[in-house]
């Protein structure tokens, strides 16, 4: 089955600096990749995702890249602001009916 | 929508009691979702319903775990008997095709 892992496990950035997380993936078969925030006590909620026919996804401030030769996938928030901190997940999927396989997750604390 | 609305969001029960934790998915999603999250284990799946159908619960951590799905807008995840080890959260989260959505979770703790 699939495989994720995601690193740094901890990130800890000053404000208005840029944050990097990266994601590595195993199935070849995978075409569907999602990125979760998920704040103290609350839900995942999604915040962006790619599928396997762009290699970079913008929103605001938030994008995300993806190397499918490589298997490798990664988040990148720019002018990052306090509420940024959270803990943020990768995923990936085989679109259709496939489920996702989450990375282990990433606490970002960024400091004012 | 109100979204993936799951219940009780905190239980607190004694070992070998059976819990119940409720979940009723977005209208029209047809893909179920139960997750346990755990510090040391991170999100893991535990179950997955398409069109209410179980497809995969390879993940079911043993057999005093069971999940079912009578209609399109209901499920139950049952643990029978607890143990301590069972403390997480857990959530429900539902799709139609990609990009779950997740509900608030209920956070069980077996003492």
């Known amino acids: 089955g699939e495989n994720v892992e995601q690193h740094p496990s901890t990130l800890s950035v000053q404000e208005g600096d840029s944050a990097v997380i990266k994601c590595t993936y195993s199935d070849s078969a995978s075409n569907y990749f999602p990125w979760y925030k998920q704040e103290l006590g609350k839900r995942p909620q999604l915040i962006i995702d790619?599928?396997?026919?762009?290699g970079e996804k913008k929103d605001q401030r938030i994008a995300v890249t993806l190397n499918k030769t490589a298997k490798h996938f990664s988040l990148h928030i720019t002018e990052t602001q306090p509420e940024d901190s959270a803990v943020y997940f990768c995923a990936a999927s085989a679109s259709g009916y496939s489920t996702l396989t989450f990375g282990k997750g990433t606490m970002l604390l960024v400091s004012p | 929508d109100a979204g993936v609305i799951q219940s009780p969001r905190h239980e607190v029960t004694e070992m070998g009691q059976e819990v119940t934790l409720r979940c009723k998915p977005i209208?029209?999603?047809?893909?179920l979702f139960w997750y346990r999250q755990t510090m040391m284990r991170g999100l893991e799946l535990l179950i997955y319903?398409?069109?209410?159908?179980?497809?995969?619960d390879s993940g079911m951590p043993e057999d005093r775990f069971s999940a079912k799905m009578p209609n399109a807008s209901f499920s139950t995840l049952k643990i029978q008997p607890s143990e301590p080890r069972d403390s997480a959260v857990y959530f429900c989260?539902?799709?139609?095709?990609?990009?779950?959505?997740f509900g608030s979770g209920t956070r069980l703790t077996v003492v």
């Open positions: 319903f398409n069109n209410n159908v179980p497809i995969d």
């Open positions: 209208s029209g999603h047809n893909s």
């Open positions: 989260a539902s799709s139609l095709i990609d990009g779950y959505t």
């Open positions: 790619i599928r396997s026919n762009v």
